[in-house]
């Protein structure tokens, strides 16, 4: 099956609700999460005092390429990724980072780009030591995700919504980490859902039970959502183009603000219980 054979067959659903219960077992059954791209991503974000002390340790000892540092701060990864995410670095990853461990390069201060992690020189050209990790690119198979992480998987959602003429916003935001999923509008049921499969994926791969059962992650109200995830923050919603529609950071205790925007955009009422 192509994408366009994918489309049609979606469209031949009666409700948007069938359609996001397809999509989810699509999800379900036929894209795998890139876990190796995660701890990437980890280790870019995270302000944890393990990861800041490998950073010290690499910039302290900034000449010292012998095999034995270079095993030594693997360990040291693996143990930092235990304790973040309950798993040690993924071997992909193990080998990247000892492949690319010891480059010496001469480079202006500035962010890092491309999935390069660069531990910042004291001075503007200083050569220093940096772990260079590849970027793992999402893939395809004739238009359908196969693989990737949250941020495709909104994207793509995004796609398969503006291909079928269903509402359909794009969030980011936090949960365990940074985050992204979608926000849509069920037009039958006159209300907005969040469609959030990289919780499914999670779920199905063993790593959060505690936040409910995947099928709770297609249609959670934003109440349901909070409740399924408490520490679960909105920080912008996108729309077409990804314009940005919303900038209020929005938390189980404010999520009022959210209802109100999503109202003027489709008047809803409030569900019944």
Request: contains cysteine; glycine residues 4%.
């Amino acid at each position: 099956m192509n994408y366009e054979q994918f489309i049609k067959m979606l469209s031949s659903l009666t409700s948007t609700e069938q359609i996001l219960i397809t999509l989810f077992n699509y999800f379900k059954n036929n894209v795998s999460y890139n876990y190796d791209e995660l701890q990437v991503v980890k280790y870019q974000r995270y302000k944890n005092e393990y990861l800041r002390q490998i950073s010290n340790l690499i910039t302290k000892k900034k000449n010292e390429k012998s095999d034995e540092f270079k095993e030594y701060l693997i360990k040291l990864l693996d143990d930092a990724f235990l304790k973040i995410e309950g798993r040690p670095l993924s071997e992909k990853n193990k080998l990247e980072w000892f492949k690319n461990y010891g480059t010496v390069i001469h480079h202006e201060a500035q962010p890092a780009k491309n999935g390069i992690i660069k531990i910042p020189a004291r001075d503007a050209y200083d050569e220093i030591v940096h772990i260079e990790s590849n970027n793992y690119p999402p893939i395809y198979c004739n238009g359908l995700l196969k693989d990737g992480v949250c941020a495709e998987y909104s994207k793509w959602v995004k796609q398969i919504c503006d291909s079928l003429n269903i509402p359909c916003l794009k969030v980011r935001g936090k949960g365990t980490t940074g985050h992204a999923w979608n926000l849509i509008y069920v037009q039958e049921k006159n209300m907005w859902v969040n469609f959030d499969m990289t919780m499914v994926r999670f779920y199905i791969d063993g790593w959060s039970k505690e936040y409910g059962e995947p099928e709770k992650w297609i249609f959670a109200t934003n109440d349901e959502m909070f409740k399924l995830q408490p520490q679960r923050i909105i920080e912008q919603i996108l729309g077409d183009d990804d314009t940005i529609l919303f900038t209020s950071v929005i938390n189980a205790n404010n999520q009022e603000e959210l209802n109100e925007f999503l109202n003027g955009l489709y008047p809803t009422e409030k569900m019944k219980k």
